[in-house]
């Protein structure tokens, strides 16, 4: 029996109590439970993670896991189909509900789902999927039954868009309307988007483009998590990556994590200390959180690039006069908080 790793659980549990809102540490704790055996506390924290986080597709698969492993089929199967709701175009999670579909004899559902995951996956999930779809359409004949068309089928805009954007992915940029309220035909249109673009980037997952693509999808649908996972994942595979660098401090600052925006935002100014706009964003930061004297640093370089540059000075100018009430403090750009 393998030796469990206590230091491993508490380090994951500690991560749910910091960040209670993500998904990501919920599901990480689950998964982790879930693959050492431990169903009941696997199903517990995921559980918790629904009633505390959004975006909850991934805590909804790995639950539909969990109950398939516990033998509750139909539990399963419920789970599973709220994650797919969620996130239309995963392969994998298409994948996990068209077999416990079939383990629950579903079968007419079975088949459809898992013609639906080998249209998301590619070739290499026909190769791996078909062997098994002929098993389900040959049990089907044998029992009279046509296969139901569930989950509906992508309507033919969708269709459209996720085809457009499977050919060139740089369509999906075009696509982002930088609007909050979206009309429901383009939360579709996005999501269409979304759905190609996720099946690209698994079957080419160096290329970062597609995922500073899938971040900024994401983030005009208001996934922000997922739009984080997904800058993140850009900036991994090219730390140059500028424009995915600016897309994380904003998606950092939207979801609350101004010294991580501020992070990035930094190490943007380094990447192009030409841009005007960086230094003014790293100072307001760098403000906000607290550390007047970075943010000074910030605002004189903007005047660098542009000494005309009116916000840099009034914001600098405002900045020194509060330092000279309070006193003297650390050199600007020696470091702000301790």
Request: aromatic fraction near 4%; glycine fraction near 8%.
């Given at each position: 029996?393998?030796?469990?790793?206590?230091?491993?659980?508490?380090?994951?549990?500690?991560?749910?109590?910091?960040?209670?809102?993500?998904?990501?540490?919920?599901?990480?704790?689950?998964?982790?439970?879930?693959?050492?055996?431990?169903?009941?506390?696997?199903?517990?924290?995921?559980?918790?993670?629904l009633g505390q986080a959004t975006?909850?597709?991934?805590?909804?698969?790995?639950?539909?896991?969990?109950?398939?492993?516990?033998?509750d089929l139909d539990s399963a199967?419920?789970?599973?189909?709220?994650?797919?709701?969620?996130?239309?175009?995963?392969?994998?999670?298409?994948?996990?509900?068209?077999?416990?579909?079939?383990?629950?004899?579903?079968?007419?559902?079975?088949?459809?789902?898992?013609?639906?995951?080998?249209?998301?996956?590619?070739?290499?999930?026909?190769?791996?999927?078909?062997?098994?779809?002929?098993?389900?359409?040959?049990?089907?004949?044998?029992?009279?039954?046509?296969?139901?068309?569930?989950?509906?089928?992508?309507?033919?805009?969708?269709?459209?868009?996720?085809?457009?954007?499977?050919?060139?992915?740089?369509?999906?940029?075009?696509?982002?309307?930088?609007?909050?309220e979206l009309s429901a035909p383009?939360?579709?249109?996005?999501?269409?988007?979304?759905?190609?673009?996720?099946?690209?980037?698994?079957?080419?997952?160096?290329?970062?483009?597609?995922?500073?693509?899938?971040?900024?999808?994401?983030?005009?649908?208001?996934?922000?998590?997922?739009?984080?996972?997904?800058?993140?994942?850009?900036?991994?595979?090219?730390?140059?990556?500028?424009?995915?660098?600016?897309?994380?401090?904003?998606?950092?600052?939207?979801?609350?994590?101004?010294?991580?925006?501020?992070?990035?935002?930094?190490?943007?100014?380094?990447?192009?200390?030409?841009?005007?706009?960086?230094?003014?964003?790293?100072?307001?930061?760098?403000?906000?959180?607290?550390?007047?004297?970075?943010?000074?640093?910030?605002?004189?370089?903007?005047?660098?690039?542009?000494?005309?540059?009116?916000?840099?000075?009034?914001?600098?100018?405002?900045?020194?006069?509060?330092?000279?009430?309070?006193?003297?403090?650390?050199?600007?750009?020696?470091?702000?908080?301790?």
């Amino acid at each position: 029996m393998r030796q469990h790793d206590y230091e491993k659980e508490s380090a994951l549990r500690g991560k749910v109590r910091t960040e209670p809102g993500k998904a990501e540490v919920h599901g990480e704790l689950g998964a982790w439970l879930l693959r050492a055996g431990r169903l009941a506390q696997a199903r517990e924290a995921l559980q918790t993670g629904l009633g505390q986080a959004t975006q909850t597709s991934r805590l909804h698969h790995l639950l539909g896991l969990v109950f398939a492993g516990a033998g509750d089929l139909d539990s399963a199967v419920r789970h599973l189909e709220r994650a797919t709701r969620q996130e239309p175009g995963r392969f994998d999670i298409l994948r996990d509900l068209a077999l416990v579909e079939g383990a629950a004899g579903r079968m007419a559902d079975s088949v459809e789902t898992l013609r639906q995951a080998i249209s998301m996956g590619g070739e290499a999930a026909a190769a791996a999927l078909t062997p098994l779809l002929r098993v389900g359409e040959k049990a089907l004949l044998k029992q009279g039954a046509k296969p139901e068309r569930r989950p509906p089928q992508p309507p033919s805009r969708a269709a459209f868009v996720e085809r457009m954007v499977s050919r060139d992915p740089s369509v999906a940029e075009a696509l982002v309307a930088r609007r909050t309220e979206l009309s429901a035909p383009e939360m579709e249109t996005l999501r269409a988007a979304r759905r190609a673009l996720t099946r690209l980037a698994s079957q080419n997952p160096a290329f970062p483009d597609l995922y500073f693509s899938l971040g900024l999808i994401a983030e005009q649908l208001g996934e922000v998590d997922r739009a984080i996972e997904a800058a993140e994942k850009a900036i991994d595979i090219n730390p140059r990556y500028v424009e995915a660098c600016l897309l994380a401090v904003r998606l950092y600052e939207r979801s609350g994590q101004r010294a991580r925006a501020a992070e990035q935002c930094q190490k943007a100014s380094e990447l192009r200390p030409q841009w005007l706009d960086v230094h003014l964003r790293l100072g307001h930061l760098l403000r906000e959180d607290g550390r007047p004297h970075e943010a000074a640093a910030a605002y004189r370089r903007a005047l660098e690039v542009d000494k005309r540059c009116k916000e840099a000075r009034r914001r600098l100018d405002d900045i020194e006069a509060a330092l000279a009430v309070a006193g003297p403090g650390p050199a600007a750009g020696e470091g702000g908080r301790q």
